[in-house]
């Protein structure tokens, strides 16, 4: 078993997990502040603009912590620097 | 046993956790959103259109994070970059 | 131990987690957003139509993560792309 | 140990787990649904019919991810794929 | 230890584990169900054999999860179709 | 370390996990059920014999899981098929 | 190490382990219904003794999955049907 | 290491085990019941009787599961039926 | 390494897990009697005699299941019936 | 690595474990115990010496679990009967 | 296995380990205060400018974690001072 | 590997493991109780200074157990009674 | 492997190890605390620079034990003082 | 492998571990902490400076347990007793 071999394994097994663990917590926090949203719209029908608007900030503020994921997940399959070529 | 035998049984498993475990948030937090959309309705039957606007728009970007994995998942079998062929 | 055998028990092992795993969260979802509904149906009668409809459309998008999950799990068992034939 | 035997007892394990595991979230959805809507029958009897109807058809869609464990979990007993006649 | 050794062993453990696993949340969920049921009795007395009726269609079908679980367990230790007799 | 050694040890820790691990959902259940039944006779004591009838239906059905799991476990001590006499 | 002394060890892990874990769930649920019967008497003084009768009852019936387990786990120190006298 | 070691070291780490994981439920299940019981006296101070009553006799079927362990426990310390003399 | 010692070694780790595991659930349980004793007390402060005494005539008997263990730690300490003198 | 080596390696990490573990439990039930005396004080103003001396003893009923960590935690550390001097 | 290929394989799973592992509380943390936020929009519109600009400021504060975890994972990545050149 | 290199590396890892464990409860409960002081403070301004005193004597109560495992840790660190000089 | 890469091995994983578990609470922690100070401005605007002016200065005191974490990371990696150069 | 590598490797290992297990607790408890305070401010507006100077008291006195964590890591990592220079 030579040494690209031995990295090649890690880096798939650590793509998948990083992106897949990852992606828990913010789809978890997005869904609840999606479920807040409408609620806070059932309520305040009025203000149905400013609400979606700030959701819709916020949200791509917590989708950002799985962006890091699927960067460093990329990175490892197709930029990999510590694989020889 | 050789290098892409190792590097298969890898992607294998790799790609099945990654969906798997992947798959797990999402669900969760959509399935928690739509509970709450339908409250909503229930709730304020006028603003049923925004609401369900709303909805289907934020459900989007929660699945967002299952496409992720699903892609790391679909490349880990079919365009696996590690694979000598 | 020849590579295919590898290669198949990885698959097998794979293939029921993968279905296994990926169908707990969609279960609990879609339970929570059934549970849901009834309330609001109980609670609003007459906007049963338009709370099965969106109950109906979101199910199956709660769904579709578990499909993703079946989807990886046939084809580790009848299209195995690593498996020589 | 041939090849067989291998693949025989990773079939066995996997398929006694598959369908172990998949039932946890369905029993647990299903229960919490058919919950909800007794609390539902209680609330508004009169819209009995009409709760006992979409009841059914959601339990139906939730048991769906049952069926795929329990599918898995037979084609691996029964129909193995990778098992050499 | 011979090859119908190895899988006698694995299909004792897993048949143990599969109907002790997937006896989980079939109980649970029925119990929940129950409680609930016993519940709504009590608040619309008038509705107890609707409620009653319910009820135990829904634990039929929660059940069957669990009678999954029992036929893959009955299969592995009474009918095995990987033992070579 | 003959073949039924090896067998009998494997019986021997399936059948305490499969009834032990096997007796902690209907206990949990069946509890949660008698705490409601009781809250239910306080809150509608004229309809104390309807609440417990209904309770031992549903406790019988959910202590059948317990069974379920009880039966393996005397199969695997006293009438192990795999055991060769 | 001789074949008995095997099946001994894993007679008393097992016995151990078959009774502790089996009376975790039966004394939570006991547990529960106890609390829920005090505070049923409390609110319904009247009813104490129909809500004790069920009580007991219903705790003897909790009582039972203990006493699965305590069966067992007597069998697997006393009457061993796998040793070999 | 001669076989009546191996025995007693099995017996000493299971004995232990058994009665400190056997001991949590009823702890737990009893300490929930007392605090009940404490709140439905200050609820209903004239049925102080009653209730003192009940809680008593709940807690010595809730401590006959920590017998149980206690017993099984001490059989390994002091009886243990495996151990040749 | 001789059958002393490793006797000596499993019990030195036995009496600490022993003792610790087992000291978690009495003083959860303790605890919450505690809190629920001091809140009805402030509820009903003419009853804080009766509230009391049975507080601590319960306490005891939650204690109990840590002394059990405290007794089966003192015994594998100072009393180890195994241990060859 | 001589016999008492060994022992003194255990006996280090179970004292630590011990104490650790042993005083997770007392830590959370009194501060359960005492966020309760509080909120019982600011409800009940007049009865706080009743509360506070209720406090106190069945704080150090709840301590006491805590001190049998903490003295079979001393015992291994510095009169560790095991050991060969 | 030479030097720097261990420091390799170690580097690619710390950094997958670390990113994914320190997006989870961030994104909960995150998805918690946003949905506070639009709670808090929807019962007091007129503070919505004083709201969003806390959310805002308090969001990026939370992001700070995530930014630590990101750093370190970007360090192993690319500017591994452990590896030699 | 001499004895005493063992006997270090196991109290490094002991002492690191017993202050940080042993701080996890008492911060948990401490925090608790604070928390609900500010809240009766809130709740009864008057009370502030009995409710400050019960605070702080409570809070040195809980600290107790943290400081039982911050003295095992400095034991073994600058104490250690196995350490052979 | 010599004894420079095996410690740059485990300051490598504990660096990032370090860091991630160490900002799971932090974030947790100002999360909550963020929520509620949201709520809070909602409830009493008129107070709102005396509640910001409070979270800050907390968040602060939140945020040093990530900080704690943070540092040792960076030691870990930049002037690891057990490596010999 | 000499002995003052294996105690380096610990020492790293623990101090990491100290640090971040033991800031999750302190971190977890000042927030709660400080959002209750957030809360009772704006309940009790006039109250706000003792409300502030209390809750500066105990989040130091509950910072207090992850500083025991930062000292035992720093004494590991600059001061390690074990280490033979």
Known sequence: MDSNTLISVASIVTAGLTISIGSIAPALGEGRALAQA??????????ANTI???LF??????????????????????????LSS
């Open 52 to 54: 979606t608007r700030t």
């Open 38 to 47: 409408l609620s806070a719209i059932a309520q305040q029908p009025d203000e």
């Open 57 to 82: 900030v916020g949200l791509a503020m917590v989708e950002s912590t799985a962006i890091y994921c699927f960067v460093v997940s990329m990175i490892l399959l197709f930029a990999n620097p510590f």
